[in-house]
């Protein structure tokens, strides 16, 4: 008993030497937080990115690794809006991290800087798995990254004081090449605009937001819900008078529903990336946009 | 801004400067290194206002920002600060060969937990309502209360937990699961099949609670290590509450844990429980076929060790995944036995070793469709009963003691059309009796879900 309790003060000891002269350690909740801390935070932060693209973020056990990062972590950046309530709140309660805990500096919300779509005016789950604060999957309008870089590059700055400068500057340029980046996306993606679209779940939302397509239905009927074959058949001959010209579709989906509407509506479906990581393209935050954009304009072409 | 910048330019500057000294005694490169360190702020500040210049013209020339919706302002009513408020529903219909009366666990004492098949035809399970909260930003607390079918409410958890203690120290205290294993902590809603294994109703009549206290510490390492010990006053059983003041037994345990790539995880652990039971009562029946309450007094200490494995087609859980887990339990009890003790009152030694395993598996292999297996082995051993090796009693008046290896062989297959309800068919070919029948257990099961989103541990 003695020497595990010495064992345990000295593996104690070390790890706060280690950590006093490490970089900001940052638990991000998805691929695209990670991808933008890294952008902002460079080489004085240690990105460890909770999930992948190929993952439903809805949908993730609170897995022991992730327990262990959540530990060490001097900042979580989470996407926030109960994207995360599945297995967020258990990391927090069973990290032992006083840091990181809700109200704490060491907690980011990305959506508390933003303004939500889709705000639910009546709370009943007979309309499925609805988010009450509004629809969580912001960050494929590229804007809300514009927006969040911002409170982030302070967040780190109050995280990290020493380096206060260092992440305004690399906040600035992110600023700026993201600002010139939507300028290009957006004179690119015009075509797009108005083109009628099917879409799967409520996550491209934001996305067909921003570049004014037209949501003619969702293939889930309810957030959450798997469709049905009935469901599907209305949809089919419901879509009949005014096909869509594209089905959208993640990475992260099961594509069995989306292709089988896609031979009887006549209209592609196009596998986007939705996050960094969901495609070889999408490297990073801007390979994403690119990515999703290419896409879009090749399925339409 | 403006008066914090030259601050932190001067700390950058002591940073980069004062190890320069120390390390090479060397004026000049302090100096040097000094106008570098002034230079890259400066350069960073007008880098940074460039960029502003440059993002504010582009702003001009791109689309405006989505206008920014009403914010809804935190309602100030009394209700505001109302705990997050979750229910489950459960019931059940079970059709079984045998008579559920004379169900029982060969080899092993009654240990007067809820187990068991149940009742057959329709039973309404446990509803379970639990309310939870921080308190303030040093604790939060939790009450799970579970109404049983019989209109009994019992208080499953009530308990607080740090949320600040420094060096990834947690402390809970009250009523809680024990951490032990990995079933234990789980709340029933949440089990894979409709009931507990055999070795968890055997050993601790469905899942051990303890009303005390608990300390874990989690490594400030990369791969998961929780080491976690907890006393209380010993009243769930194996234990009971003694006639005196002070703490009844000690749990320890510890869990390691990490991932396979981004496909699999894993965790494994490790536990020792050791706990003191003072006329620890059980019935049975005697050499007549009376009944008679007899007791345990001594120690009682359980070694448990469990593993988990996980794995997901590219980590995503949502289409298909699956899980196996495992565990071993391992108890040695020493002490003295009482034979009837409201009339008879005789006592001598008693000594028992008993073990007991199960391996299960799920696997989800649609969206919202899940299969499960599980196989369930006990060895009751043959206990050293003093009573008996004197000549006193014999065998036949301890029935419940004679040795027996129970199994158990579950399938089940669950439908779960959204994250709130759950529909489980279940099979089971029961051999827990002592008289080895077979008993043939089908269950049909509802959990609903009402409220707050849960979230739930690994």
């Known amino acids: 008993m003695k020497s595990f309790v010495r064992g345990a003060l000295a593996l104690l000891f070390l790890s706060t030497t280690l950590q006093a002269q490490a970089a900001v350690r940052i638990l991000a909740t998805t691929a695209d937080w990670g991808a933008l801390a890294t952008e902002l935070g460079g080489e004085r932060v240690d990105v460890y990115t909770a999930t992948t693209a190929m993952q439903d973020v809805h949908r993730v056990d609170a897995k022991p690794s992730l327990v262990a990062r959540a530990r060490t972590a001097d900042l979580v ?53 609805i988010h009450p604060l509004g629809n ?33 500057a690399r906040g600035a340029d992110f600023g700026k090449r993201w600002t010139e980046a939507i300028g290009r996306w957006q004179a690119k993606a015009a075509p797009l605009k108005d083109l009628p679209v099917v879409i799967m779940h409520r996550d491209q939302a934001y996305l067909c937001h921003w570049l004014g397509m037209r949501e003619l239905a969702s293939i889930e009927p309810k ?79 | 801004m403006h008066g914090f910048k030259p601050i932190a330019a001067l700390m950058a500057v002591g940073c980069v400067a004062l190890p320069a000294l120390a390390r090479a005694d060397d004026d000049v490169a302090a100096l040097r290194a000094e106008l570098q360190t002034l230079k890259a702020d400066y350069e960073a500040r007008v880098a940074s206002l460039e960029s502003k210049i440059g993002e504010l013209e582009a702003v001009a020339t791109a689309a405006p920002a989505p206008e920014p919706a009403p914010v809804a302002s935190p309602g100030s009513s009394a209700s505001a600060f109302n705990p997050a408020i979750s229910v489950v529903l459960a019931g059940s219909y079970a059709d079984t060969s045998q008579d559920p009366e004379d169900w029982g666990i060969a080899g092993f004492m009654p240990n007067g937990g809820e187990i068991g098949p149940g009742d057959r035809s329709f039973s309404l399970g446990e509803s379970e309502i639990t309310l939870a909260a921080s308190v303030d930003p040093f604790f939060s607390a939790q009450l799970t209360a579970a109404i049983a079918g ?62 005390g206290v608990q300390v874990k510490w989690i490594a400030p390492t990369d791969l998961f290590i929780e080491l976690g010990a907890e006393t209380g006053n010993g009243d769930a059983f194996p234990g009971t509450r003694r006639h005196q003041n002070g703490f009844n037994g000690t749990t320890l345990f510890a869990h390691v844990g990490g991932d396979l790539g981004d496909t699999a995880s894993w965790r494994v652990g490790g536990a020792w429980i050791d706990l003191d039971a003072e006329n620890r009562e059980f019935e049975d029946t005697d050499a007549l076929d009376q009944p008679v309450v007899n007791a345990f007094t001594g120690q009682s200490r359980t070694w448990v060790a469990d593993a988990v494995f996980k794995w997901a087609p590219d980590g995503n859980s949502a289409r298909r995944y699956l899980k196996v887990q495992g565990e071993y339990m391992h108890r040695e009890e020493t002490g003295d036995l009482s034979f009837d003790v409201e009339n008879a009152a005789l006592a001598d030694a008693y000594r028992s070793t008993q073990s007991g395993w199960y391996l ?88 609903f879900g009402i409220g707050t989103h849960g979230a739930h541990k690994y």
Do not use: C
């Open chain 1, 223 to 301: 957030p959450g819900v798997p469709p049905s074959a009935g469901y599907l058949g209305e949809l089919v001959t419901k879509l009949a008078a005014s096909p869509p010209r594209i089905i959208l579709l993640n990475a992260y989906n099961d594509p069995k529903a989306a292709k089988w509407l896609s031979e009887r509506v006549h209209a592609p479906a196009v596998v986007l990336p939705f996050s960094v990581g969901g495609s070889p393209g999408a490297k990073d935050l801007f390979g994403l946009f690119d990515d999703t954009i290419d896409k879009l304009l090749g399925a339409v072409k």
């Open chain 1, 136 to 168: 969580p999957h912001v960050q494929l309008d590229p804007r809300n990254i514009a927006t969040v870089a911002k409170a982030l590059t302070a967040k780190l700055a109050e995280i990290d004081p020493p380096g206060a400068a260092y992440y305004a």
């Open chain 2, 360 to 447: 299960q598996s799920v696997y989800q292999f649609l969206p919202h469709w899940r299969a499960g297996l599980r196989y369930d082995a006990l060895d009751s051993g043959t206990p050293v009963i003093g009573l008996v090796s004197s000549g006193t009693l014999t065998t036949a008046d301890f029935p419940s003691l004679l040795p027996g290896d129970p199994t158990r062989t579950t399938v089940m297959v669950d439908w779960n059309p959204s994250e709130f309800t759950r529909w489980r068919l279940q099979y089971a070919w029961d051999e827990a009796r002592d008289n080895g029948d077979t008993d043939r257990q089908l269950f049909l099961q509802y959990l």
């Open chain 1, 77 to 129: 950046v989470a996407n926030g809006a109960e994207l995360e309530v599945g297995w967020l709140p258990v990391l927090l309660q069973e990290a032992g991290n006083a840091h990181i805990q809700r109200g704490q500096p060491g907690y980011f919300e990305a959506t508390l800087s933003l303004a939500l779509l889709e705000v639910p005016s009546r709370l009943d789950r007979a309309m499925g798995d």
């Open chain 2, 150 to 211: 019989e209109d009994e409410i019992g208080v499953e958890e009530a308990f607080f937990r740090t949320t600040s203690l420094p060096a990834g120290f947690t402390a809970k205290g009250g009523r809680f699961f024990s951490g032990f294993g990995y079933l234990n902590e789980v709340h029933a809603h949440a089990w894979d099949f409709a009931d507990q294994p055999l070795v968890y109703q055997a050993f601790f009549g469905n899942q051990r609670a303890q009303d």
